[in-house]
């Protein structure tokens, strides 16, 4: 039998409201994995304190979605992966400090039809979680942290109960192309014609209009918390512990030599945390525990990181060959007898001439503000670092901590830094203008 104009128009708009309540559904699934929780022997204080140090962790860029979505999910035309982690810090009556890590990772579709492109959530599959936990245990130096079990992940198809405010009437998002009647005196199924979906027995058109208004209502509120993700990241202040890669195939190495092995490559845009600079060298955070070089001459380093200033020109000519903390053997009255940290450096090229006096300087000034972020640290502080320049026309510089950190909080300026340190000989760091 042919339908009539009314009956597949109440089927075309039935099949629709099925088709949105799935979605929807869909939509409500997706965005986190199960949380990730552990037990720490330690006060909530000291994790708290660990925690501030590991935030440049918490979020940021994936530089590929493979690895830490759930493979359910398919990753076909999904670029540009940002992660967020929620955490919470709760202490126990055993005095232990139990960690609870949410991933929350959001990527571009570009919808290949271009009807729908834009940020969406998937699913994490845990690595995010455990990274950060892993991490966190090596800051606090937890031997065996106590894994905590976590609740059962929720199939990302599962059946969602409707919000109260629904008619009652909603047809389940498991219909059927045809109604089935469960008892003898239950209304005959509309006749269908094999391309629509029967209405359900008694629903009126009225109560499906409204139906299908409430549901488009609620995925206009999802796609529009989706698609202003990106609008709110890129109005945050940006981190002043994050580079940015200046342009695509930028190499990552596992060493700070260029002839090192290449870990991955990064893109145009892509973002990484700062956890060292050595000269022309950064020392990156890429997940969790993985680490990585990069050259600092192929990204942009926020200006206000410390030691930021330096010139990465300097970058090939210089390495640390040691380093030690002795007392001072020289005759340098701020410093004499007293313990410093010396770090000895030579050229990467043995062969090459002498080294112009201001690339030394500033091989010398960034590895005292690297220095300086590890001496505040630690308990047994140093009175001051000297660098050891291993060549022919090398010297050293000497310098106190507390001219270091007049330095780096931008009190002095660097020509009157230079006059507050131990240059021996001078002239192998003055220039040749200032001799």
């Not at 380093?301 to 903390?325: I, T």
């Not at 410093?335 to 062969?351: E, G, H, T």
């Not at 590895?367 to 630690?378: A, M, N, Y």
Request: proline content about 8%; aromatic content about 6%.
């Amino acid at each position: 039998m042919i339908l009539s104009s009314r009956a597949r128009r109440r089927a075309a708009l039935n099949a629709l409201l099925v088709c949105s309540l799935l979605f929807v559904a869909r939509c409500a699934a997706f965005g986190q994995g199960s949380p990730a929780e552990r037990a720490f022997n330690a006060s909530k204080d000291r994790v708290d304190e660990a925690l501030q140090s590991l935030r440049s962790s918490a979020s940021g860029r994936l530089p590929t979605l493979d690895g830490f979505v759930d493979p359910t999910d398919s990753l076909d035309h999904y670029e540009r992966g940002y992660y967020q982690c929620e955490i919470v810090s709760t202490a126990t009556a055993s005095g232990e400090t139990s960690v609870r890590v949410t991933a929350k990772i959001t990527a571009w579709y570009a919808d290949p039809t271009g009807v729908r492109p834009g940020y969406r959530s998937l699913v994490s599959n845990g690595r995010i979680e455990s990274d950060f936990l892993d991490n966190l245990a090596e800051a606090l130096g937890a031997k065996s942290p106590v894994p905590r079990p976590s609740p059962p992940a929720r199939p990302t198809n599962a059946p969602t109960t409707p919000r109260p405010s629904e008619p009652a009437s909603a047809p389940s998002a498991k219909a059927s192309a045809v109604a089935t009647p469960t008892s003898a005196s239950a209304p005959s199924p509309a006749p269908t014609d094999g391309k629509s979906t029967a209405v359900a027995a008694g629903a009126s058109l009225e109560s499906i209009r409204q139906q299908r208004e409430a549901v488009e209502q609620q995925f206009q509120e999802v796609s529009s918390q989706v698609q202003n993700f990106e609008q709110i990241r890129q109005s945050q202040t940006h981190p002043d512990d994050i580079l940015v890669v200046k342009k695509s195939r930028t190499p990552v190495y596992g060493k700070p030599d260029a002839n090192a092995e290449v870990l991955m490559t990064a893109e145009q845009g892509d973002e990484f945390s700062i956890l060292d600079i050595q000269g022309g060298w950064v020392h990156v955070g890429i997940s969790g525990p993985s680490r990585g070089w990069m050259r600092r001459v192929e990204v942009d380093v926020p200006n206000e990181y410390p030691g930021a200033g330096g010139s990465s020109d300097a970058a090939p000519l210089f390495r640390v060959s040691r380093e030690d903390v002795s007392p001072f053997a020289g005759t340098w009255g701020l410093l004499k007898d007293k313990v410093v940290k010396i770090i000895w450096v030579a050229p990467i090229d043995a062969n090459s001439p002498a080294t112009p006096p201001r690339a030394k300087r500033e091989y010398a000034k960034s590895l005292f503000l690297k220095e300086l972020r590890e001496i505040v640290t630690d308990p047994q502080a140093v009175a001051g670092v000297v660098v050891v320049f291993d060549s022919a026309d090398g010297g050293q510089i000497a310098a106190t901590v507390t001219s270091v950190k007049k330095l780096s909080a931008g009190q002095i300026s660097d020509e009157d830094f230079w006059k507050e340190c131990s240059l021996d000989p001078p002239e192998a760091f003055q220039d040749p203008t200032n001799q």
